[in-house]
């Protein structure tokens, strides 16, 4: 199946290590939008069940009980 117009194959990226979370690599694809010459959506994502969404997972849950500490404090 070849890729839809405008978009690349995807790929995958290696960001630099998380202080926290280490290592993480994700997959993206960039498309090109049609609305105006020069504009891309880029998506990322991960494998699913791989040691890289366990640890988004986990960076998430961090993110989301200080949320919850700010909105109970308001």
Same mark, same amino acid.
């Given at each position: !199946?070849?890729? =839809?117009?405008?978009?690349?194959?995807?790929?995958?990226?290696q960001a630099p290590d998380?202080?926290?979370a280490?290592q993480l690599?994700?997959?993206?694809e960039? !498309?090109?939008? =049609?609305?105006?010459?020069?504009l891309y959506l880029?998506?990322?994502?991960?494998?699913?069940g791989?040691r890289d969404?366990?640890?988004?997972?986990?960076?998430a849950?961090?993110?989301a009980?200080?949320?919850a500490?700010t909105t109970s404090?308001?």
């Amino acid at each position: !199946m070849s890729p =839809a117009r405008g978009t690349a194959p995807p790929r995958r990226l290696q960001a630099p290590d998380h202080p926290l979370a280490g290592q993480l690599t994700f997959n993206y694809e960039t !498309m090109e939008l =049609a609305a105006d010459e020069g504009l891309y959506l880029i998506v990322c994502g991960v494998a699913p069940g791989s040691r890289d969404a366990e640890a988004l997972n986990l960076l998430a849950s961090w993110s989301a009980s200080a949320s919850a500490r700010t909105t109970s404090k308001n």
